[in-house]
Nanobody, 127 residues
Framework: QVQLVESAGGLVQPGGSLRLSCAAS????????MGWFRQAPGKAREFVAS????????HYSDSIKGRFTISRDNPKKTLYLQMNSLNPEDTAVYYC????????????????????WGQGTQVTVSS
């Protein structure tokens, strides 16, 4: 079992920045392929970014590429999402996700590929 606890989101002005974190417990962290997803009201859950267990390979959706950065600190068992140049279209509930993998070089980019999810945290971008 893996438990994922996300940090609080918040209200941010357009153009602002916010960093989300996701603390994991229950499995060897370096063997967790991890990702961030988001879901806006009335929309399907959307892939944001993913990272391998080793942390050396990342993937991003086109909508956030160049503005968001996913990273992880394996000794601290924590996943991060640094969000810059936020705009109102980034308003959503953000979820971290994980899946244990035997290899530390697995990358997953679809919701169905993950079997552990955080509780979600609201990010609102508004003036």
């Amino acid at each position: 079992q893996v438990q994922l606890v996300e940090s609080a989101g918040g209200l941010v002005q357009p153009g602002g920045s916010l960093r989300l974190s996701c603390a994991a417990s229950g499995q060897t962290f370096s063997h967790l392929a991890m990702g961030w997803f988001r879901q806006a009201p009335g929309k399907a859950r959307e892939f944001v970014a993913s990272i391998t267990g080793s942390g050396d390979v990342t993937h991003y959706s086109d909508s956030i590429k160049g503005r968001f950065t996913i990273s992880r600190d394996n000794p601290k068992k924590t996943l991060y999402l640094q969000m810059n140049s936020l705009n109102p279209e980034d308003t959503a509930v953000y979820y971290c996700a994980a899946k244990w993998t035997s290899s530390t070089r697995v990358s997953i980019t679809t919701p169905s590929g993950f079997n552990y999810w955080g509780q979600g945290t609201q990010v609102t971008v508004s003036s």
